[in-house]
C-alpha cells in the first residue's frame, strides 16, 4: 500500500524571533529536522512525501531540502496561501495571519490520494510514532460515512520547552485510548512547583503531566481531505463570530467537531518518545545537542542520507 508523509513546513513561527526556522541546521552535516522526520518516515514504510509550503520561500527551501530528499523519496509540494478561499469569499481587510493547519491539509486535495500522516516540520517525534501510524494506515480502511483516524499521544511532560510555553492539544480518552475530546490550548508550561499551568481555566482544573497531548502527528485517509472543504466553508460562514484578524482553522478543533457529532474515530497510540522542536530561538542548541546525543548513541548515522 502506497502512504504519504504530508509535512507542514508553511508556518510564519513569530516567536522564533525571525529566520525560517523550518530550514534551521540541527544536524552535524546541515540536516534539519525534517529530515530525521523523514528518514523515520521511509524506515517505516512511507514512500512519498508532500511538502505544504508557501511560495515565497520554496526555492531557499528545496535548495536546502528538498531537492536533496527527492533522492530519496517521491517528493511534491502544495502551496499555502492566505488568499486561497472558495469562490465567493475574500481576505478580511488587514488580516495577515495563515489560516491555520486545516487549510494547510485542504491544499493537498487532489494531490494526496493516499493514507497520510500529517507532521510539523519543525518538531522532532521520534521513530515510534512513525512505525505505529503506519501500521494503523495499513490495517485500517475509509469509511463513507465515518472517518477512521489515529493520532500520536505523546505524554505532555515530553513535549514541554524550558524557553517559554507550547501549545498543545490536551486529549482525553476512554478506556480502549479512543479520543473523547481535544481542547487547544495555549500557554502550557511547567511552574517553579512543578505543576502545569494553562491559558485555559476549565483545563487548568484537571491537567497534568501525564495526559496525553496531540502534537499535530495525525493518520488519515483522503476522504478526510475532501471533508475539509465543506468544513471549511463552514467556518468562514461563522468567521464574523470570533475575531476575524486571528481565528484560525485548526486540526485539533476540526477533529473534536466530528467527535462531538460521531462521524470520527480516533485511535490514540500512545508514544514514551520525548519531543523536541524550536518554538523558540533559544531552543536551537538543545535541539542541535539532542541529534548529538542520539548520533552517538547511534539513532542515526552521523551522515544521514549516505
Known amino acids: 500500500m502506497n502512504t504519504t508523509l504530508i509535512i507542514m513546513a508553511a508556518g510564519i513561527g513569530s516567536r522564533f524571533g525571525g529566520g525560517i526556522k523550518q530550514l534551521t541546521e540541527m544536524g552535524k552535516n ?14 517505516a514504510g512511507f514512500n512519498k512525501v508532500v511538502f505544504i509550503i508557501r511560495k515565497d520561500i520554496e526555492q ?29 469569499y475574500s481576505v478580511p481587510e488587514g488580516r495577515k495571519k495563515p489560516w491555520g493547519t486545516g487549510q494547510a491539509i485542504l491544499c493537498c486535495k487532489g494531490i ?10 519543525d518538531d522532532y517525534y521520534g521513530k515510534e510514532a512513525f512505525v505505529q501510524l503506519h501500521e494503523y494506515l495499513i490495517s485500517h480502511s475509509s469509511s463513507p460515512d465515518h472517518f477512521n483516524m489515529a493520532m500520536a499521544g505523546f505524554i505532555l511532560k515530553n513535549t514541554l520547552s524550558k524557553n517559554g510555553t507550547v501549545t498543545r492539544g490536551i486529549c482525553v480518552v476512554d478506556e480502549d485510548l479512543n479520543l473523547t475530546d481535544i481542547y487547544e490550548t495555549r500557554g502550557i508550561q511547567e511552574n517553579e512547583h512543578g505543576k502545569i499551568v ?5 483545563v487548568q482544573n484537571w491537567i497534568t503531566k501525564d495526559h496525553f497531548t496531540s502534537m499535530n502527528m495525525w493518520a488519515g485517509y483522503p476522504d478526510f481531505i475532501d471533508y475539509l472543504q465543506e468544513s471549511f466553508i463552514e467556518f468562514l460562514n461563522n468567521l464574523n463570530n470570533f475575531d476575524p484578524q486571528t481565528k484560525e ?13 460521531n462521524k470520527a474515530s480516533v485511535k490514540v497510540l ?16 538543545r535541539v542541535q545537542n539532542e541529534f548529538a546525543q542520539l548520533i552517538e548513541k ?9
Request: with cysteine; hydrophobic share 35%; aromatic share 12%.
Open 249 to 261: 482553522y485548526l486540526l485539533p478543533e476540526i477533529v473534536g467537531q466530528l467527535l462531538e457529532k
Open 30 to 43: 546541515k540536516e534539519l529536522i525534517i529530515d530525521y522526520s523523514i528518514y523515520d518516515a521511509i524506515q
Open 60 to 88: 531557499e527551501f528545496k535548495e536546502k531540502i528538498g531537492n536533496r530528499i527527492s533522492q530519496h523519496i517521491q517528493v511534491g509540494y502544495v502551496y499555502q496561501d492566505l488568499n486561497d478561499l472558495p469562490e465567493g
Open 270 to 285: 500512545k508514544t514514551n518518545d520525548s519531543w523536541f522542536g524550536i518554538t523558540y530561538m533559544e531552543d536551537k542548541q
Open 112 to 121: 494526496v490520494k493516499e493514507p497520510f500522516v500529517i507532521i510539523n516540520a
Open 298 to 306: 547511534g539513532v542515526y548515522p552521523e551522515k544521514l542520507w549516505d
Open 198 to 202: 494553562c491559558d485555559n481555566e476549565s
